[in-house]
């Protein structure tokens, strides 16, 4: 059996696997109405509208730029998704600015009020989860910083990688706007993207019809009342939704996100018994996934090579990390007997590894 403990994409239950092969929908339209509305009665009660999209998450992001932005916005920057964040915003609005925080670090409040000041924003994009460098920003607080800075301003957040694994944040006074895609904390195969407003934005969005065609928030609402147009909508990826809705409804929000924050608690429990280092500061870290600081004594090879034939693969960091730490997902469906299997592996792996055996053979030198 396969152990996957990689954040992106993350790995799928053979339940919500199976449900991908359901015939087609007598009633896509009735399917997609219902899953919505299940979704958001469990995660987001106070929210106005839901929607679905079949498309990327770099795709969310163009639909929340074409759909609620007329003028500048600022991208708060301190990971791999935010970055995205960035390069999107850039190419499509010539008045976007950043405000950066080092990967490692949640965004500071004092730094981000003081960029604030004397500026105005039609949004500010933000991400709860850094999923490739473990930091969780800490929405509810920013969002209250920026709603009584700018009042007029949306707060629009990603939360790919906290959905379902941390507790939902509240659409009256925290995010205007949602979004996640469903291949990281979902734990869905890639290509169901949605999005969750509250009235405010809502009600912004329909004064705005915004840019583009299919990645376009008030077109699509339109489009939607049409059978043919939600034929579009990817039935087996909505049938995968709903039936993880079930299990996270079987299991508990509550106890989900205490489940998964246990399994933080123990895998940062092994890392400091032997010694490694979490990435992330400590004060900044997500319960979902570690990212952790390999030791000198070996590379990241080593580890993948001894670990593979368990049938074991860890998560794979990106640029400057990805020679220096791996990541460690915890949240999703993963059981604790899963957990404690990895555990005992990567303990086989410091016992058995012996730095000597990876010396290279030097050949003899070539005469003079």
Same mark, same amino acid.
């Given at each position: 059996?396969?152990?996957?403990?990689?954040?992106?994409?993350?790995?799928?239950?053979?339940?919500?696997?199976?449900?991908?092969?359901?015939?087609?929908?007598?009633?896509?339209?009735?399917?997609?109405?219902?899953?919505?509305?299940?979704?958001? +009665?469990?995660?987001?009660?106070?929210?106005?509208?839901?929607?679905?999209?079949?498309?990327?998450? +770099?795709?969310?992001?163009?639909?929340?730029?074409?759909?609620?932005?007329? &003028?500048?916005?600022?991208?708060?920057?301190?990971? @791999?998704?935010?970055?995205?964040?960035?390069?999107?915003?850039?190419?499509?609005?010539?008045?976007?600015?950043?405000?950066?925080?080092?990967?490692?670090?949640?965004?500071?409040?004092?730094?981000?009020?003081?960029?604030?000041? *004397?500026?105005?924003?039609?949004?500010?994009?933000?991400?709860?989860?850094?999923?490739?460098?473990?930091?969780?920003?800490?929405?509810?607080?920013?969002?209250?910083?920026?709603?009584?800075?700018?009042?007029?301003?949306?707060?629009?957040?990603?939360?790919?990688?906290?959905?379902?694994?941390? @507790?939902?944040?509240?659409?009256?006074?925290?995010?205007?706007?949602?979004?996640?895609?469903?291949?990281?904390?979902?734990?869905?195969?890639? &290509?169901?993207?949605?999005?969750?407003?509250?009235?405010?934005? *809502?009600?912004?969005?329909?004064?705005?019809? &915004?840019?583009?065609?299919?990645? *376009?928030?008030?077109?699509?609402?339109?489009? @939607?009342?049409?059978?043919?147009?939600?034929?579009?909508?990817?039935?087996?990826?909505?049938?995968?939704?709903?039936?993880?809705?079930?299990?996270?409804?079987? +299991?508990?929000?509550? *106890?989900?996100?205490?489940?998964?924050?246990?399994?933080?608690?123990?895998?940062?429990?092994?890392?400091?018994?032997?010694?490694?280092?979490?990435?992330?500061?400590?004060?900044?870290?997500?319960?979902?996934?570690?990212?952790?600081?390999?030791?000198?004594?070996?590379?990241?090879?080593?580890?993948?090579?001894?670990?593979?034939?368990?049938?074991?693969?860890?998560?794979?960091?990106?640029?400057?990390?990805?020679?220096?730490?791996?990541?460690?997902?915890?949240?999703?469906?993963?059981?604790?007997?899963?957990?404690?299997?990895?555990? +005992?592996?990567?303990?086989?792996?410091? @016992?058995?590894?012996?730095?000597?055996?990876?010396?290279?053979?030097?050949?003899?030198?070539?005469?003079?």
């Amino acid at each position: 059996m396969t152990l996957d403990f990689a954040p992106i994409p993350s790995r799928v239950q053979p339940a919500v696997l199976a449900a991908l092969a359901k015939p087609p929908a007598q009633d896509l339209q009735a399917l997609a109405a219902k899953t919505a509305d299940r979704l958001k +009665e469990m995660f987001f009660p106070d929210a106005a509208v839901s929607a679905f999209f079949t498309c990327t998450r +770099e795709a969310l992001y163009e639909i929340a730029l074409n759909s609620f932005v007329r &003028g500048p916005v600022l991208v708060c920057a301190n990971g @791999a998704l935010s970055r995205q964040w960035e390069l999107l915003a850039k190419a499509l609005n010539p008045e976007t600015e950043v405000f950066e925080a080092d990967f490692d670090s949640a965004l500071n409040e004092t730094l981000l009020e003081k960029a604030l000041e *004397n500026r105005s924003y039609d949004a500010v994009l933000l991400v709860e989860v850094e999923p490739l460098t473990g930091v969780r920003n800490d929405i509810q607080s920013l969002a209250a910083l920026i709603h009584q800075q700018l009042p007029d301003t949306l707060v629009i957040v990603d939360c790919s990688a906290s959905i379902s694994s941390l @507790a939902p944040l509240s659409m009256h006074g925290a995010a205007d706007v949602v979004l996640f895609s469903s291949e990281i904390s979902l734990g869905l195969p890639p &290509g169901l993207g949605t999005i969750i407003l509250n009235e405010r934005a *809502n009600f912004k969005s329909i004064g705005y019809g &915004g840019q583009g065609w299919s990645l *376009n928030y008030q077109k699509a609402a339109k489009e @939607a009342q049409d059978s043919d147009f939600r034929g579009q909508l990817s039935y087996p990826l909505l049938y995968a939704l709903d039936k993880q809705l079930d299990l996270i409804f079987l +299991e508990g929000l509550d *106890n989900r996100i205490a489940r998964i924050k246990t399994y933080a608690e123990k895998i940062r429990a092994w890392a400091a018994e032997n010694q490694f280092v979490q990435y992330a500061a400590a004060e900044a870290q997500s319960p979902t996934v570690s990212v952790i600081r390999k030791s000198a004594l070996f590379t990241i090879e080593n580890m993948s090579d001894f670990l593979t034939p368990y049938g074991i693969y860890l998560g794979k960091c990106a640029d400057d990390l990805k020679d220096d730490a791996f990541i460690i997902a915890h949240m999703g469906q993963i059981s604790e007997r899963e957990l404690d299997q990895l555990i +005992e592996v990567l303990n086989k792996f410091m @016992a058995d590894y012996d730095t000597l055996k990876h010396i290279p053979v030097v050949s003899k030198l070539p005469p003079q």
